[in-house]
């Protein structure tokens, strides 16, 4: 009986049996230049790569340095894991989001954050969800982001808002601010003119109170007023 045995190709655009392309594909060929400009355009989370050749070990596996921004360890991290994304930060961040009260904190407010741009049921949706506001984080980059670029001790009595209130969730257009800035970026606010400056109509009646000591109406009267569109000076 003849058995038939089925070769491997040795076409160059073949794939091995390993992790590995063949032929010019194969890690050895590659130009290390334009990996290591790869790699740097990435966003690996808080390592940076500050080893300029790549090394490659055994069974021609590729390996680059990095520095942790937040940690300070340096280590060597296999190339194919940064490129495809099995590596998105130092293993200080993972044990930081499960010890980190903070980041605990920041998982909390990102799931609100999730839920009224992504929940039609949330009572939010429509002032984020439906006006197209979305959050491009996941939830590890959210804490991430958050702990290394807006560091606060510990998240408490300060809200994330962002800078611009028709923008996303996203690097960039986030900020920390207390309760009654972030009251005042809302899209809903009534704005008016007083002075020639833009204020939000809710602000009205401090300045009337400072500009007029003896102004008698309550702070929602006014504001209500300033709402409606009532001139100030009839207010």
């Given at each position: 009986?003849?058995i038939s045995v089925c ?85 200080c961040q993972r044990r ?140």
């Open positions: 009986m003849r070769r491997k190709s040795t076409s160059p655009n073949s794939m091995s049996d390993g992790m590995f392309k063949s032929g010019h594909l194969h890690p050895r060929w590659v130009d290390r230049a334009a990996r290591i400009k790869l790699l740097k355009e990435l966003d690996l989370g808080t390592l940076k790569i500050t080893g300029s050749p790549i090394v490659t070990a055994e069974r021609s596996r590729q390996y680059v340095e990095t520095t942790c921004i937040s940690c300070g360890a340096v280590k060597e991290h296999l190339v194919d894991n940064l490129i495809s994304g099995k590596t998105r930060s130092c293993v930081r989001k499960y010890n980190d009260p903070r980041a605990k904190i920041l998982g909390e407010t990102y799931d609100a954050i999730n839920q009224r741009c992504n929940n039609p049921r949330n009572d939010n949706y429509s002032n984020y969800g439906d006006r197209g506001i979305e959050c491009r984080f996941s939830r590890e980059e959210f804490i991430t982001y958050m702990l290394i670029n807006h560091y606060h001790r510990d998240y408490r009595g300060v809200e994330i808002d962002r800078i611009d209130n028709d923008g996303h969730y996203e690097a960039g257009n986030l900020r920390l601010v207390n309760k009654r800035d972030n009251l005042r970026n809302k899209h809903t606010n009534k704005l008016i003119r007083y002075k020639g400056d833009t204020i939000v109509a809710a602000d009205l009646w401090s300045y009337l109170k400072r500009d007029h000591p003896g102004f008698s109406l309550s702070h929602g009267t006014t504001a209500k007023l300033a709402a409606a569109g009532v001139p100030i000076e009839e207010i």
